[in-house]
């Protein structure tokens, strides 16, 4: 199992444009997960799916950020349009095994100027 | 808003067992306690979870209070591969919709050679 997989890797645009962060998560996992992480701020969860549904995007900062799950299989993170202070760090996580695990993604980092 | 208390940061021996205390005065019965570690530029990686029996694994050993208000990691022969910054984490069954990870500021442990 390649465990999760998110692309890409670094993003680095600039402000005004759109950014898309795509997530392969697990199979068999139910719960996926976005979090964000920055030095000012640390780990915060943007928002979750459960067998593909958004169950709770309370912590999506503002309408610019938009994400869809439309299968179990592939999920994304949507800017638009970015703004410097949404430079950080961007996790997408499995969970909701039997064993009541999350397992991170690498993390796109990125960097809107 | 993380419900744990932790030492913001520990420094240990390597070679030497690592004890991480966390407080969660305010757990319900419902909720778990997790342990996830961040190792630098990686994405927060699941150590350990309990309810309320002291658990053991390969990597760690969990010792929850009989109250269940607090907790110990033990990180039994720490090595340099195990600075890092571990999270406490309280968080209920994925069956669920509360079922999120809130991380706090973590405690950054440091294992000196």
């Known amino acids: 199992d390649a465990g999760v997989i998110q692309s890409p890797r670094h993003e680095v645009t600039e402000m005004g444009q759109e950014v898309t962060l795509r997530c392969k998560p697990i199979?068999?996992?139910?719960?996926l997960f976005w979090y964000r992480q920055t030095m000012m701020r640390g780990l915060e969860l943007l928002i979750y799916?459960?067998?593909?549904?958004?169950?709770?995007d309370s912590g999506m900062p503002e309408d610019r950020f938009s994400a869809k799950m439309p299968n179990a299989s592939f999920s994304t993170l949507k800017i638009q349009p970015s703004e410097p202070r949404d430079s950080a760090v961007y996790f997408c996580?499995?969970?909701?095994?039997?064993?009541?695990?999350?397992?991170f993604g690498p993390g796109t980092r990125l960097t809107v100027l | 808003d993380a419900k744990t208390t932790q030492p913001p940061s520990m420094d240990c021996a390597e070679g030497r067992a690592a004890n991480l205390p966390c407080n969660h005065s305010?757990?319900?019965?419902?909720?778990?306690v997790y342990w996830y570690r961040q190792i630098h530029s990686q994405g927060p990686q699941y150590i350990i979870h309990?309810?309320?029996n002291n658990e053991t694994n390969e990597m760690a050993s969990l010792i929850i209070t009989e109250d269940r208000k607090s907790s110990t990691l033990i990180l039994p022969h720490a090595t340099l591969r195990d600075t890092a910054v571990y999270y406490c984490i309280v968080a209920s069954l994925p069956l669920s919709n509360d079922y999120k990870l809130s991380f706090g500021a973590g405690t950054t442990v440091t294992v000196r050679a």
């Open positions: 309990g309810l309320k």
């Open positions: 799916f459960n067998n593909n549904v958004p169950i709770d």
């Open positions: 996580v499995a969970g909701g095994g039997f064993m009541d695990t999350q397992y």
């Open positions: 305010t757990i319900s019965g419902n909720e778990y």
């Open positions: 199979s068999g996992h139910d719960y």
